[in-house]
């Protein structure tokens, strides 16, 4: 069984650029939530992914933006970058979606973004 | 709106001690509580749910909807509890989309 992994692992970006976080969600599970955890806090929940659609959103503006692939797999895209931005992103799968209690979420190690 | 406090930021104990990490939530429906653990080096992972009423690796977090707390309990502490702990909170048919709290770190000393 392959777990969730995330790539890259660590990136540096600067102020108004754009940037894109990769994920493949564990085999089987074929919805995939986006989390910010910013320094010394705990996740925040930006948005989910059910079979290609968003299936919910967090308090994250429209520069947040995601895709799922027909493998499951996820982008997460953030354009005009600031500096609040950085932060580690977390992706997470599961089993489930609209009217299914996905229960356990499974985590990535995560990308950590550096805004300068 | 929903949101999940954890009071305490650093919590010390030494091996062999009752331990206790405390979670507040507000939530106006039925919430579903969680309990994740991220051990050193280690990707945060589900330690247990309060639906399922179990116990995990000797800990324990009854569910008290009239104080609106899930404290995670351990009667007696080992050194390789020591980790971060993070109380999270599923709001009624939102799944997979957690409001986790700030997180404990929880240290256990021999």
């Known amino acids: 069984e392959t777990g969730v992994t995330q790539s890259p692992t660590h990136l540096i970006k600067t102020r108004g650029q754009q940037v894109t976080l990769r994920c493949s969600s564990q085999s089987g599970h074929n919805t995939v939530s986006w989390y910010q955890q910013a320094l010394g806090q705990g996740p925040q929940f930006i948005f989910q992914?059910?079979?290609?659609?968003?299936?919910g959103r967090g308090n994250f503006p429209p520069r947040f933006s995601g895709l799922q692939f027909p493998n499951y797999s996820s982008e997460l895209n953030v354009n005009a970058l600031e500096l609040d931005d950085s932060a580690l992103y977390l992706c997470a799968s599961s089993w489930g979606g609209r009217g299914a209690n996905t229960g356990e979420l499974f985590f990535g190690e995560g990308s950590r973004l550096t805004v300068l | 709106a929903q949101r999940v406090t954890q009071p305490e930021k650093l919590l010390s104990v030494f091996k062999g001690a009752p331990v206790e990490l405390k979670c507040n939530y507000s939530y106006s429906g039925s919430p579903e509580l969680f309990w994740y653990v991220q051990y050193s080096r280690q990707r945060l992972q589900l330690l247990l749910r309060h639906i399922s009423r179990e116990s995990i690796k000797g800990f324990t977090a009854d569910l008290n909807k009239g104080e609106t707390s899930f404290h995670l309990k351990k009667p007696f502490a080992q050194e390789e509890d020591s980790a971060m702990y993070y109380c999270?909170?599923?709001?009624?048919?939102?799944?997979?989309?957690?409001?986790f709290g700030q997180g404990t770190i929880l240290t256990v000393h021999p």
């Open positions: 999270a909170l599923q709001g009624g048919t939102s799944y997979g989309k957690l409001t």
């Open positions: 992914y059910y079979r290609e659609e968003e299936n």
